[in-house]
């Protein structure tokens, strides 16, 4: 019978936990070249700086599909590099949605599927930040020249 590796990263101070999970899976070989998502539950809910630092992780691994989700949304990272398509499953997530900038201000975003759509509309810190929209459609577009967050309700009925 084989057990569990445990690993000692308590030495490392400069990074969270979440990352030190994350870099892991990165270097498995046995996962190279793969599309992974990696779907982190309660990653949301608890201490602000926390939360913060869990969006950081997002930032830190672009290249990885990393969700956030807590009991009451879910947070993922859309890069710039992409144009993205996303699904949406009424039955367990929306209608509210949002699209925040992160890492600087983003000059162009166009949206569809949405109650209040973008159409080369900046967004910032400061400015405008796309909380509190409604998902109308099936599929939600988005397409930026800076990375965004998307984030979604989550339905608890």
């Not at 869990?54 to 990272?77: G, H, T």
């Amino acid at each position: 019978m084989q057990g569990t590796e445990v690993i000692d990263a308590s030495d490392d101070q400069d990074t969270t936990d979440l990352h030190k999970c994350i870099a892991y899976i990165q270097d498995l070989p046995n996962l190279k070249n793969q599309n992974v998502c990696v779907l982190v539950a309660g990653a949301l809910g608890g201490r602000f700086d926390h939360e913060v630092g869990n969006i950081n992780v997002l930032c830190r691994f672009s290249s990885m599909r990393i969700i956030l989700l807590s009991d009451d949304c879910l947070i993922q990272l859309l890069p710039s590099s992409h144009h993205h398509e996303i699904h949406i499953q009424h039955n367990v997530e929306g209608p509210h949605c949002g699209l925040i900038p992160i890492g600087g201000p983003s000059t162009s975003n166009k949206t569809t599927g949405l109650e209040w759509n973008l159409s080369d509309t900046e967004m910032r810190f400061g400015g405008l930040v796309s909380t509190s929209n409604i998902v109308k459609g099936e599929i939600v577009t988005v397409q930026s020249d800076s990375d965004l967050l998307w984030t979604i309700s989550i339905r608890k009925e």
